[in-house]
C-alpha cells in the first residue's frame, strides 16, 4: 500500500497554533483495491471487473491515442513540409535540410517526433540515415497519405519545397552535405 503525505489542516481549519500539520492521503492504488474488493464482495467475478477496465481504457484513450498522436505530429509546418517530401521518395537528412533551407538540429527533432508518431521510418546506410514513410496502419493514414501525394503538392507552398528536392537529390550527398555544413 502506497501513502503520501500531504500537509492539510486538521478537521475544518487550522488546529489552535494555527499551524497545518500533514496527513496522510491515501493512493491512487487504494481506491483500486478498495474498489476491487468492494465489488469481489458484492460477487462481480474478478473477470468481469479486468474485462470492464479493459473496456474504459480503450474508450478512454487506448485507440483513440493513435489519432490524437498523428494529429499532434501533423500540427506543425516543418513537420507538414517533412511529410510532403518524405511523400515522394525516401530522403537522406541532408537532402531535407538543404530542401527546406532550415538546420539539422531543427529538421532531426521534428524527424523524432514524426518517428515517434509512427510515420516515418529510418534506415542507416554508412554515414546516411535515410527517411521514409511508414505503411498506412489504418484507414485515416492511408488517405492522409493520398491527400499529401495529391491534394497537398499542389500548393503553391510545397510546390517550391518539392521543387528544391529534386534540385538536392539530383546531386551526390557528400556535396550536398557539404553544401548544408557551410550554410
Not at 55 to 63: D, P, V
Not at 111 to 120: D, F, H, S
Not at 155 to 172: H, I, N, T
Request: a positive charge; one cysteine or more.
Amino acid at each position: 500500500m502506497f501513502l503520501v503525505c500531504h500537509c492539510e489542516p486538521e478537521g475544518r481549519g487550522p488546529d489552535e497554533s494555527g499551524l497545518r500539520r500533514f496527513v496522510p492521503r491515501k493512493d491512487i492504488w487504494w481506491d483500486f483495491f478498495r474498489d476491487l474488493k468492494k465489488r469481489l464482495d458484492r460477487d462481480f467475478s474478478l473477470w468481469y471487473y479486468i474485462r470492464e477496465i479493459a473496456y474504459r481504457y480503450t474508450m478512454q484513450g487506448g485507440w483513440m491515442r493513435q489519432y490524437t498522436d498523428l494529429f499532434k505530429a501533423l500540427s506543425d509546418e516543418t513537420r507538414l513540409r517533412i511529410i510532403i517530401l518524405l511523400s515522394e521518395k525516401e530522403l537522406c537528412v541532408c537532402q531535407i535540410e538543404a530542401a527546406l533551407s532550415l538546420p539539422q538540429a531543427k529538421v532531426s527533432r521534428h524527424l523524432a517526433v514524426l518517428r515517434y508518431a509512427g510515420l516515418v521510418r529510418d534506415r542507416r546506410d554508412g554515414l546516411w540515415i535515410y527517411y521514409s514513410l511508414t505503411e498506412p496502419r489504418n484507414k485515416v493514414e492511408e488517405n492522409l497519405f493520398q491527400c499529401f501525394r495529391e491534394c497537398l503538392r499542389k500548393e503553391k507552398f510545397f510546390r517550391a519545397d518539392l521543387l528544391s528536392m529534386k534540385k538536392c537529390v539530383a546531386q551526390p550527398l557528400d556535396i550536398i552535405a557539404e553544401m548544408v555544413r557551410k550554410s
